[in-house]
């Protein structure tokens, strides 16, 4: 602050909780209704304070023994989306991991081919692929099967890339010093490059869960058994019911049961994420 | 190295291969004969009017979704910066939406937007406007719009308040010895010097709102009423996945694979080396 003037102080605070309740007022809302019975919230006036069905809306959704449901219980969609997120942030950290160590560490003939090859991933959204991507996955016999909606998605350069940046600040001289020390490739990476990036792979790990959660498209392409329904693609499915009434009560319990694992991960990770994100994407 | 070239040889280049090839065929109607067409199924989209609708929709709302959260989340991250107690606590409430699904978004504001049933729409009723952005191509856009924003202000704020934080106190405090108030402060300072993030938010938006913002369009409108929300990549799935016009939809993912590499090389090339002070 450079200068202190209290009038500019308080029209800060006022925006910026205006900006708070902007954001906020959707869950508001959510919530709201998610406190409420069908009828009362198709009967005309809306309300706006919570109601008090609260207790009995979420077990009816966990439990998934109603009638705005997919036929699945929320519990095992979240199961399904832990599952998916997990295996996306775990296979892609793992599989960098070893990529990057081999592009910045070692030379071997077509290294820069191998290079290009992953490095095209970063350019294609699995949006902009996906009929193919389908077509593959169906040939081998991977629908419906929590490999088929994990590995696809392993398939992207953005932790190689981010990877491959940290490793490359890494010394020459560690390396050297290592490698008169006697310390094999193997020895190399477990006992000083992982150490050194355990913070990086945190973040990593916290960005590619919430990657992984949040997928939508694919689940819903590759998923036509109810039982591997993401929570997210599951609320499409809530939704999609035709002409009858869209059962809201049921439904808004389940959105805030979606959002708030990754937004339970992310506040309490704040730290690492927002360095993660600001520092290894520029 | 070996499982990842795996896996990208697998669920990467070869789909990726089978698009190309696939752009060039013609499928019958029930999958049985294929005939090479050469490019006339990039033919057929150039010269296709509705394609073109398509573009010009994505790139209204791309537009939108860029102006909107960004406009905001820097007037939020300027104030955040100029907040001495309690800047921490904005920043947690304000970084959550980053974790949204865009699906998931998109139904919080079809829910708060539904003509029978929302909030919003009810208030907008009361002061005379009728919303119901089934029926209302417009107000589908700006409600697909409005919803891919809220969730994207979250990570605009952290890089603006990121790039506002490395700017040198310094020259703040000189400009201000110099007797310029705080408006003419952020105009002359602060946003030139901000550049380099606005620059690479602008992309990332941009890019973001092409393709990220699939779910919040599926979840809410389908690309209707008509084709008012259909944004290219919505077109690609439609085509493809309920159009079964597999050529058709192959070739368009080319078009569009091109478009994000263009947009790659400009936020590599252009960008990075011509906006640096």
Same mark, same amino acid.
């Not at chain 1, 998610?34 to 809306?57: K, M, R, Y």
């Not at chain 2, 924003?149 to 040198?168: D, R, T």
């Given at each position: 602050m450079v200068e202190n003037r209290f009038w500019l102080n308080l029209l800060s605070h006022l925006v910026l909780g205006l900006g708070v309740l902007l954001v906020a007022f959707p869950i508001w809302i959510a919530f709201v209704a998610s406190t409420h019975s069908a009828q009362g919230l198709v009967s005309g006036t809306i309300p706006f304070w919570p109601g008090d069905l609260f207790l009995e809306n979420f077990s009816q959704v966990l439990s998934?023994?109603?009638?705005?449901?997919?036929?699945?219980s929320a519990m095992l969609m979240l199961f399904n989306s832990l599952v998916m997120a997990l295996g996306i942030s775990i296979g892609k950290i793992v599989i960098s991991l070893m990529a990057a160590y081999a592009i910045v560490f070692f030379r071997f003939p077509l290294r820069s081919v191998c290079f290009w090859i992953i490095f095209?991933?970063?350019?294609?959204?699995v949006e902009v692929r996906i009929m193919p991507t389908f077509q593959v996955v169906a040939n081998l016999n991977l629908l419906d099967s929590y490999t088929g909606l994990t590995l696809p998605l392993i398939a992207s350069a953005t932790a190689t890339f981010l990877l491959r940046q940290f490793y490359m600040t890494i010394p020459p001289e560690l390396v050297e010093a290592a490698r008169v020390d006697g310390a094999g490739p193997v020895k190399f990476l477990f006992d000083i490059l992982l150490p050194l990036s355990r913070t990086n792979l945190a973040a990593l790990f916290v960005i590619m869960f919430i990657y992984g959660w949040n997928q939508y498209l694919w689940p819903l392409l590759v998923t036509?058994?109810?039982? *591997? *329904?993401t929570i997210v693609m599951g609320i499409q499915r809530m939704l999609a019911v035709g002409d009858d009434e869209v059962a809201w009560n049921i439904v808004m319990p389940t959105t805030l049961l979606a959002m708030l694992p990754p937004v339970g991960v992310v506040l309490m990770m704040q730290r690492l994420f927002v360095k993660g994100l600001v520092e290894t994407e520029k | 190295m070996a499982p990842q070239l795996l896996v990208t040889l697998v669920f990467f280049i070869w789909p990726a291969g089978q698009a190309v090839w696939q752009s060039f065929l013609v499928e019958d109607a029930f999958g049985l004969s294929t005939e090479f067409v050469w490019f006339e199924n990039y033919a057929q989209i150039f010269t296709d009017s509705r394609y073109y609708h398509t573009l010009w929709t994505t790139i209204i709302f791309s537009a939108g979704v860029t102006l909107m959260s960004m406009g905001v989340s820097l007037l939020l991250a300027v104030m955040a910066d100029q907040v001495v107690r309690g800047a921490q606590v904005y920043k947690t409430l304000l970084?959550?939406? *980053?974790?949204?699904a865009p699906a998931v978004a998109g139904v919080l504001w079809l829910f708060m937007f539904?003509?029978?049933?929302g909030v919003l729409a009810y208030m907008l009723d009361t002061i005379g406007i009728e919303w119901n952005h089934f029926l209302d191509g417009d107000q589908a856009l700006l409600l697909v719009i409005i919803a891919a924003a809220w969730k994207q202000i979250s990570y605009n704020f952290l890089f603006f308040l990121a790039g506002l934080q490395a700017i040198p106190q310094s020259l703040h405090e000189a400009a201000a010895i110099d007797g310029a108030g705080p408006g003419r402060r952020f105009f002359t300072i602060t946003f030139p010097l901000l550049s380099p993030t606005t620059f690479f938010l602008l992309v990332v938006n941009v890019v973001y709102a092409f393709f990220d913002t699939f779910g919040i369009i599926h979840a809410v409108t389908k690309g209707g009423p008509g084709d008012s929300t259909r944004t290219l990549v919505y077109n690609v799935f439609d085509d493809g996945f309920?159009?079964?016009d597999l050529g058709g939809s192959a070739a368009q993912s080319v078009v569009l694979m091109v478009l994000v590499g263009l947009m790659t090389v400009v936020q590599f090339r252009f960008v990075e080396r011509k906006v640096q002070y």
């Amino acid at each position: 602050m450079v200068e202190n003037r209290f009038w500019l102080n308080l029209l800060s605070h006022l925006v910026l909780g205006l900006g708070v309740l902007l954001v906020a007022f959707p869950i508001w809302i959510a919530f709201v209704a998610s406190t409420h019975s069908a009828q009362g919230l198709v009967s005309g006036t809306i309300p706006f304070w919570p109601g008090d069905l609260f207790l009995e809306n979420f077990s009816q959704v966990l439990s998934g023994g109603n009638d705005g449901s997919v036929g699945v219980s929320a519990m095992l969609m979240l199961f399904n989306s832990l599952v998916m997120a997990l295996g996306i942030s775990i296979g892609k950290i793992v599989i960098s991991l070893m990529a990057a160590y081999a592009i910045v560490f070692f030379r071997f003939p077509l290294r820069s081919v191998c290079f290009w090859i992953i490095f095209m991933t970063l350019m294609l959204p699995v949006e902009v692929r996906i009929m193919p991507t389908f077509q593959v996955v169906a040939n081998l016999n991977l629908l419906d099967s929590y490999t088929g909606l994990t590995l696809p998605l392993i398939a992207s350069a953005t932790a190689t890339f981010l990877l491959r940046q940290f490793y490359m600040t890494i010394p020459p001289e560690l390396v050297e010093a290592a490698r008169v020390d006697g310390a094999g490739p193997v020895k190399f990476l477990f006992d000083i490059l992982l150490p050194l990036s355990r913070t990086n792979l945190a973040a990593l790990f916290v960005i590619m869960f919430i990657y992984g959660w949040n997928q939508y498209l694919w689940p819903l392409l590759v998923t036509t058994d109810e039982h *591997y *329904y993401t929570i997210v693609m599951g609320i499409q499915r809530m939704l999609a019911v035709g002409d009858d009434e869209v059962a809201w009560n049921i439904v808004m319990p389940t959105t805030l049961l979606a959002m708030l694992p990754p937004v339970g991960v992310v506040l309490m990770m704040q730290r690492l994420f927002v360095k993660g994100l600001v520092e290894t994407e520029k | 190295m070996a499982p990842q070239l795996l896996v990208t040889l697998v669920f990467f280049i070869w789909p990726a291969g089978q698009a190309v090839w696939q752009s060039f065929l013609v499928e019958d109607a029930f999958g049985l004969s294929t005939e090479f067409v050469w490019f006339e199924n990039y033919a057929q989209i150039f010269t296709d009017s509705r394609y073109y609708h398509t573009l010009w929709t994505t790139i209204i709302f791309s537009a939108g979704v860029t102006l909107m959260s960004m406009g905001v989340s820097l007037l939020l991250a300027v104030m955040a910066d100029q907040v001495v107690r309690g800047a921490q606590v904005y920043k947690t409430l304000l970084i959550w939406p *980053y974790a949204v699904a865009p699906a998931v978004a998109g139904v919080l504001w079809l829910f708060m937007f539904h003509p029978t049933v929302g909030v919003l729409a009810y208030m907008l009723d009361t002061i005379g406007i009728e919303w119901n952005h089934f029926l209302d191509g417009d107000q589908a856009l700006l409600l697909v719009i409005i919803a891919a924003a809220w969730k994207q202000i979250s990570y605009n704020f952290l890089f603006f308040l990121a790039g506002l934080q490395a700017i040198p106190q310094s020259l703040h405090e000189a400009a201000a010895i110099d007797g310029a108030g705080p408006g003419r402060r952020f105009f002359t300072i602060t946003f030139p010097l901000l550049s380099p993030t606005t620059f690479f938010l602008l992309v990332v938006n941009v890019v973001y709102a092409f393709f990220d913002t699939f779910g919040i369009i599926h979840a809410v409108t389908k690309g209707g009423p008509g084709d008012s929300t259909r944004t290219l990549v919505y077109n690609v799935f439609d085509d493809g996945f309920v159009g079964l016009d597999l050529g058709g939809s192959a070739a368009q993912s080319v078009v569009l694979m091109v478009l994000v590499g263009l947009m790659t090389v400009v936020q590599f090339r252009f960008v990075e080396r011509k906006v640096q002070y």
